[in-house]
C-alpha cells in the first residue's frame, strides 16, 4: 500500500490524513515526558531530553512556560536551569525581583 510509510519504526497512513506525528504521539524515546509527535510539533528533538542544553529537560521546560529551545528564555543573562535550582528566580522574568535590574545583573 503506497499510503504507508514508517516513522521512527511505527507505521503510519496517510491515506487516512494522518500526519506521522499523530500515529506516534504517545512514544517518548528521550524519557523526557515530551512525547515524539509533540516534540515534532515543537520543533524539539525527539531523542534528546534537553534541546537547548541548559540542563532541564524538555517536560520540565513545558511545566515552567520556559522555551525548550532556548536555554534563556527570558534573556536575563542567566540560564534556566540556573534560575530555577541556583537562584530560585523565574525564568519567565528577567527582573523577578522588579527592582529595575535584570537577574543576571543581580
Known sequence: ?????????????????????????????????????QEILD???????????DQLNDGQEKSLGTDPLNADTDDDGVSDADEINVHATDPNNADSDNDGMADGWE
Request: charged share 25%; hydrophobic share 25%.
Open 1 to 37: 500500500d503506497q499510503g504507508n510509510a514508517r516513522c521512527w519504526g511505527v507505521e503510519t497512513n496517510f491515506d487516512q490524513g494522518q500526519a506521522p506525528a499523530n500515529k506516534i504521539l504517545g512514544i517518548d524515546p528521550d524519557n523526557d515526558g515530551v512525547p515524539t509527535g
Open 43 to 53: 520543533g524539539t528533538d525527539p531523542l534528546d531530553p534537553d534541546s537547548d542544553r
